[in-house]
């Protein structure tokens, strides 16, 4: 059975951080790219960031350039977004993605930035 399981959302301030986890299980995670996408309410989702299999971060959005960072640990399956200098329109359900000759998608976490 195959999970990408996201946690790390959660409500924080404008210039707050959070640290976005996904662990993944039943699949073989260290030949996958794997992606962060965001969808916030009333807009499509959006291709945040995209990270080889080798851990080469291969994308950017241009709006978090500079503030979000993208990581992977093959040892624990988990791939990571690190998020800094957050604002409002940061705010978005944030999904995981894993694609080989597969893909599939976490259930997502919230994230709220709001005073």
């Known amino acids: 059975q195959v999970q990408l399981v996201e946690s790390g959302g959660g409500l924080v301030q404008p210039g707050g951080s959070l640290r976005l986890s996904c662990a993944a299980s039943?699949?073989?995670?260290?030949?996958?790219?794997m992606s962060w996408y965001r969808q916030a309410p009333g807009k499509e989702r959006e291709l945040v960031a995209t990270m080889s299999s080798a851990g080469g971060v291969t994308y950017y959005l241009d709006s978090v350039k500079g503030r979000f960072t993208m990581s992977r640990d093959n040892a624990k399956n988990t791939v990571y977004l690190q998020m800094n200098s957050l604002k409002s329109e940061d705010t978005a359900v944030y999904y995981c993605?894993?694609?080989?000759?597969?893909?599939?998608w976490g259930q997502g976490t919230l994230v709220t930035v709001s005073s």
């Open positions: 993605f894993g694609r080989h000759t597969w893909s599939y």
């Open positions: 039943g699949i073989v995670f260290s030949v996958a790219a």
